[in-house]
Structures are given as C-alpha cells and as structure tokens.
C-alpha cells in the first residue's frame, strides 16, 4: 500500500493533478475551472488531501462557515467528497483518508466533521454507510430524503439552513444551480446548454459563485442542484442525455 499522500497548497496547486479526472498535460477546462476555485479556498482552511499517485484517491473537507453549502454550524469541518475509485479500492486509503480528517479536525479544536447524505444512497454523494462505520449519524432532514450526517465530538450538531428544506423556486424552467468545485461541472453544463439549445427546452443555469449565494440556495446543494416545473429533483450530476430527458418528460 502507498502510502505517500499530499495535501494541497497555493505553492503546488497548479502543478498537482486533481484526481477526479486525470488527464494528460493538456489543459481541461473543468480542471482549470475547478483549480481556479480552490485558489480561493485554500486561504479559508480548504483541504484537498491526495495519494501522490495518478489515481481517483482523495477528500476535500472545509469549515462548515466557509463551505459552499446550506448547511449551519459552529465550528465543525464539512466533508465534499471522499472518493476512491478504480484499482486502489480496498487497500484502506478510504480509511486513512476519513482518519486524517477526523484527526485533523481534533488537532484545531473542531466541534465534529459533517458530509450531506440520504436515506438511499446517492451517486455523486460520499459513502455514508462507510461514514457511519466512523460514529457518523443522522442529525438533520429533509422532506424529499436527504440527511446530515455527523460525527461530534462535544454534543453540538449542525442543521440545514432553513431554506434548504423547501426545495421549491417559482421559476418553472428547467433551472441548475452549479459552482465549479467539481471538475465534471464544465462538461456537464455544456452538455445541457447543447441538448436544450438544440431541443428548444428553456433553460436558467445560476452560478453560484459566493459564499451567501450558496448559504441561501432553496435546497441542498454539494456543488449541483436542479430543478424542474419548479420543484427540487436531484443533487446528482446528469450522467447523460437520457437522464435529463426523464426530468423533462415529468
């Protein structure tokens, strides 16, 4: 097992792979989209810890007052994403990866770690049955199925904003609130302008681009969230046209 992880940094940041999409030297707009972002977290106490490999192996965790989500709490780290794909799967790095973050969360004085969740697992979201192997419980929900889960270290948990929890817009568009913290986001994106262009489907992206911007969102949100006639249908990325088409036909 290797065990040689880095985090990363404002020093090595544009030289680093980003590990959800591994690429050769050639520039990538999501990469560059999403490198970009994360230039403007590290200062804020963002962490993108990676195996030193060419490999799917890493978690991104922020403090919860400074991560791009609906979600409210004292001093607590929010995990993104902790994905281990491919070859290097069950040889601990999950683990290692969920340990340093715990550690790291009682080495500053954290009141617990948090990560969104749902009573059925959902693609695009960290394994939460794995979480809860870590202590990790349900402390928050909403109406439509999704779940705060959380480990804390004091007796103190977070909650979703209010507004998380009435998943409704009265834009009846198809509507997509994005940000570029996930590489796939570009991708995705110009694929649904392209399919609604062509399809003539009106279509509202909002990017969210600041911090309030994403507090205030009307749902729960990772990175992506879409809506359609006006309600709330899914965290997850569009894996493909097929998957946007049976949004459309509800």
């Known amino acids: 097992m290797n065990t040689d992880f880095i985090n990363l940094t404002t020093e090595n940041l544009a030289d680093e ?9 050639t520039l990538h707009p999501g990469i560059e989209a999403k490198r970009q972002w994360l230039s403007e977290r590290l200062g804020e106490g963002h ?9 799917t192996v890493f978690i991104e965790y922020a403090p919860l007052e400074t991560a791009w989500v609906p979600i409210t709490g004292n001093n607590y780290y929010y995990i993104y994403c902790l994905w281990v794909y491919g070859n290097p799967k069950g040889n601990g790095y999950g683990r290692s990866l969920m340990e340093y973050c715990l550690a790291d969360a009682k080495a500053k004085g954290k009141s ?16 939460q049955s794995f979480a809860k192997k870590f202590g990790f419980e349900v402390v928050d929900t909403t109406d439509n199925g999704y779940e705060l889960l959380a480990l804390s270290f004091d007796g103190t948990t977070p909650k979703f ?3 998380a929890k009435s998943p409704e817009i009265e834009n009846k568009e198809l509507t997509i609130y994005y940000d570029m913290q996930c ?4 991708q995705k994106i110009e694929m649904i302008k392209q399919y609604c262009e062509t399809n003539h489907v009106p279509l509202s992206l909002i990017h ?7 507090k205030e969102l009307p749902c729960v ?7 359609y006639k006006g309600h709330f249908e899914t965290v997850n990325l569009l894996s493909d046209t097929n998957h946007l088409n049976r949004i459309l036909k509800k």
Do not use: E
């Open 47 to 55: 962490v993108f810890r990676k195996l030193n490999a060419k490999a």
């Open 17 to 25: 792979h980003l590990c959800c999409i591994i690429r050769s030297r």
């Open 221 to 227: 949100f990772n990175n992506w969230a879409v809506f």
């Open 161 to 163: 904003a209010p507004n």
């Open 183 to 186: 590489p796939y986001i570009y």
């Open 208 to 214: 969210v681009d600041t911090l309030q911007k994403a």
């Open 112 to 127: 617990g770690v948090c990560m969104l969740g749902a009573n059925k697992q959902k693609s695009w979201l960290s394994d």
